[in-house]
């Protein structure tokens, strides 16, 4: 695969013509929801060594270019996702304007639960995210009762730019104790999404839940 508004528009939709042409680009995607001790959410992505693997120079050369193009316009899929989101305090870095590119895109939401319902609003998924507390802990709960079979290229680039190789939950404060779907690192302040649970999902299937149940820091 903040500009006058008709340059802006016209920007994007060459953007997404160059992203959809482009099938050989190749990247290490690291995601990260940071959530904070008030429950806000930073969600990050850094896309590192982001190459073209086509054997022909002038291919490659053309692919990657449109990579950095994107991102320099703000329209790369990790970006877009985000404003599609409606995340707040978005921002992107080029870290690396070379190839191999380096990428950094940020935004923040207010919580677990308001994150995983824009989620599924937006990419016409059916469920529920809930953030619920009992006594010390804190437990996020996101069930896809149906995710389409069938999505746009440019909602299946940004779901891959968004969810990466790999996709952790760091906590700012406290520990994890409990998930259903995440591995948790042994220091208990990473989660790591196991598998894929956008899997497409008919609407007579089973609901698919993960959960991550938390407690946080203690102050004296």
């Keep these: ?29 690291t995601v990260t929801l940071f959530v904070d001790a008030n429950g806000q959410v930073v969600w990050s992505v850094l896309e590192r060594n982001v190459r073209s693997d086509a054997k022909d120079r002038d291919e490659r050369l053309t692919e ?50 308001a994150m995983g319902r824009r989620l599924l609003n937006v990419y016409g998924m059916t469920g529920t995210s809930v953030v619920s507390r009992d006594a010390e802990k804190w437990i996020w709960t996101l069930t896809l009762e149906y995710v389409p079979e069938d999505v746009s290229d440019q909602d299946a680039a940004e779901l891959t730019a968004l969810f990466g190789d790999h996709l952790h939950v760091a906590l ?42 938390w407690r946080p820091l203690k102050r004296p």
């Design 1 to 29: 695969m903040a500009h006058q508004k008709v340059g802006r528009v016209a920007g994007a939709l060459l953007v997404v013509a160059l992203l959809a042409a482009s099938a050989c680009i190749k990247e290490d995607n």
């Design 64 to 113: 990657e270019q449109q990579f950095i193009v994107a991102a320099r316009v703000h329209q790369h899929p990790a970006m877009t996702g985000l404003q599609r989101l409606a995340a707040t305090n978005i921002k992107d870095s080029i870290l690396q304007d070379k190839p191999p590119y380096t990428v950094l895109t940020e935004g923040q939401f207010t919580s677990l639960e």
């Design 172 to 213: 700012r404060e406290g520990e994890f104790i409990d998930a259903d779907g995440f591995s948790i690192n042994e220091d208990k302040r990473l989660a790591e999404l196991a598998g894929n649970p956008f899997e497409p999902r008919d609407r007579n299937d089973p609901p698919k839940k993960i959960t991550l149940t």
